[in-house]
Nanobody, 123 residues
Framework: QVQLVESGGGLVQAGGSLRLSCIAS????????MGWFRQTPGKEREFVAA????????YVADSVKGRFTISRDNVKNTVYLQMNNLKPEDTAVYYC????????????????WGQGTQVTVSS
């Protein structure tokens, strides 16, 4: 069993930055893909970013490309999402996820999820 715990969300003004963290525990961390998704009320969960087990391969959604960066530290069992130049449309609950699939953009590609952390960007 895997447990994922996110932190780092909060309220920030447009143009500001936040760094989300997600700590994994319970099984070997380094061999699995880690991802970040976000969700707003009434909408499906949206892919934001993903990193391969080594962190050498990273994917970022077009909507956040150039502003968000994903990274991971397998020694600390932690994945990060650095969010810069935040916009009001980035407001959402952000979830980290761990999966075994080679695919990375669908929620179904992930097996474990954190509880989510709220990010609110004011205009």
């Amino acid at each position: 069993q895997v447990q994922l715990v996110e932190s780092g969300g909060g309220l920030v003004q447009a143009g500001g930055s936040l760094r989300l963290s997600c700590i994994a525990s319970g099984r070997t961390f380094s061999t699995y893909r880690m991802g970040w998704f976000r969700q707003t009320p009434g909408k499906e969960r949206e892919f934001v970013a993903a990193a391969s087990w080594s962190g050498g391969t990273r994917y970022v959604a077009d909507s956040v490309k150039g502003r968000f960066t994903i990274s991971r530290d397998n020694v600390k069992n932690t994945v990060y999402l650095q969010m810069n130049n935040l916009k009001p449309e980035d407001t959402a609950v952000y979830y980290c996820a761990l999966g075994y699939s080679r695919s990375y953009e669908r929620s179904a590609d992930y097996d474990y999820w954190g509880q989510g952390t709220q990010v609110t960007v004011s205009s």
